[in-house]
């Protein structure tokens, strides 16, 4: 694949579509669930509406946030960060923790250092964007 195309392609096509996105969902939450560093983003998941419903959901909200479908949006009609995360408390070390398990979960697949260079930034900004405490 030439430089010009694979620049052109959307981060979610860049993962892998679906299945990319899936791994990523999946490790992240193995990462949450399994990892004693991670232990609470993982109580704070089970006090929402469970890990179950969070991968599902993660996988929804990012294969739109990447470029894919918009599966979060025809699910729930939009996908407001602030909003969705509302009942969480996020602060500055939540925030932290949950990018601290996404870019372990990036080097768990082995991402190429550009493509994880591209999703750290998006990802880092959403996490911003979802924080709601100082």
């Given amino acids: ?21 899936r791994a990523l969902v999946e490790t992240f ?12 983003l993982h109580l704070l998941h089970r006090r929402g509406f469970g ?6 959901e ?13 599966r979060y949006v025809m699910k729930h009609g939009h996908a ?5 995360h509302e009942h ?8 932290d923790l949950w990018l601290r398990c996404m870019a372990e ?4 697949l082995g991402l190429d250092g550009e493509l994880s260079s591209l999703l750290t930034r998006h990802f880092k900004a959403a996490a911003e964007t979802s924080r709601n405490m100082d």
């Fill in 80 to 84: 407001r960060l602030k909003e969705i």
């Fill in 29 to 40: 939450y193995d990462i949450i669930e399994q990892e004693e560093y991670a232990a609470d």
């Fill in 51 to 56: 890990v179950a419903h969070s991968r599902e």
């Fill in 88 to 95: 969480v408390p996020i602060g500055p070390e939540m925030r």
């Fill in 1 to 21: 694949m030439s430089e010009a195309t694979r620049r052109q392609q959307s981060a979610y096509e860049r993962l892998g579509g679906d299945n990319g996105v």
């Fill in 58 to 70: 993660q996988f929804n909200y990012l294969s739109g946030f990447l470029g894919g479908p918009q």
């Fill in 105 to 108: 979960a990036m080097d768990r």
